[in-house]
Antibody, heavy 123, light 107 residues
Framework: EVQLVESGGGLVQPGRSLRLSCTTSGFAFGDYALSWFRQAPGKGLEWVSFMTTKTYGGVTGYAASVQGRFTISRDDSRNIAYLQMNSLKTEDTAIYYC??????????????WGQGTLVTVSS | DIQMTQSPSTLSASVGDRVTITCRASETVNTWVAWYQQKPGKAPKLLIYQASSLESGVPSRFSGSGSGTEFTLTINSLQPDDLATYYCQQYTTWRCTFGQGTKVELK
């Protein structure tokens, strides 16, 4: 069974950092691209970041709202993806989800999601 | 970024009704559209990918159609378990975008 479990969320002050983890099992982690998404309280879904497999160069991408502050990475030996979040802002408050992607070239959708981890940025 | 405009934002229907949700893209996305169902406190669940392909395990009362800029999610014979918020997503590239969501409620 494919499983993704996010962790690392919590309450953090504006300007501080947090690292989220996405621990996976049930599939060949290194063979799949991954994305992070988020959902602010009462709001819709927003794509945050993307990373290809190492085979495709480990290419990364970021939403404009987090570019320069967030960094996605992966440890294929441990089947874990990370999202390093620096210089956090109150508007980063959201539930963060990681997702395994199915891709046809650069066109990728999300058949598997974790349960999410809540990040609250507040003083 | 490609904008996805979903309508309606809220839909009230009765059990057994046929329900239709529409999504319009700001530019052509071919058939690179997925639909997700999200229940309160839960992660999104994939229903449809590539505009009309039903994800494994999803009931056949769900169907998707469309290409280019106009897409539709249809629920034939709405069931109580279908009460949720539905999102369309375009994924022409990894820089995907979502519609704002449609909440399906009981009339």
């Amino acid at each position: 069974e494919v499983q993704l479990v996010e962790s690392g969320g919590g309450l953090v002050q504006p300007g501080r950092s947090l690292r989220l983890s996405c621990t996976t099992s049930g599939f060949a982690f290194g063979d799949y691209a991954l994305s992070w998404f988020r959902q602010a309280p009462g709001k819709g879904l927003e794509w945050v970041s993307f990373m290809t497999t190492k085979t495709y160069g480990g290419v990364t991408g970021y939403a404009a709202s987090v570019q320069g502050r967030f960094t996605i990475s992966r440890d294929d030996s441990r089947n874990i993806a990370y999202l390093q979040m620096n210089s956090l802002k109150t508007e980063d408050t959201a539930i963060y989800y990681c997702s395994r992607l199915y891709c046809g070239g650069a066109s990728c959708y999300s058949p598997n999601w974790g349960q999410g981890t809540l990040v609250t940025v507040s003083s | 970024d490609i904008q996805m405009t979903q309508s309606p934002s809220t839909l009230s229907a009765s059990v057994g009704d046929r329900v239709t949700i529409t999504c319009r893209a700001s530019e052509t996305v071919n058939t690179w559209v997925a639909w997700y169902q999200q229940k309160p406190g839960k992660a999104p669940k994939l229903l449809i990918y590539q505009a009309s392909s039903l994800e494994s395990g999803v009931p056949s009362r769900f169907s998707g159609s469309g290409s280019g800029t106009e897409f539709t999610l249809t629920i034939n014979s709405l069931q109580p378990d279908d009460l949720a918020t539905y999102y369309c997503q375009q994924y022409t590239t990894w820089r995907c975008t979502f519609g704002q969501g449609t909440k399906v409620e009981l009339k």
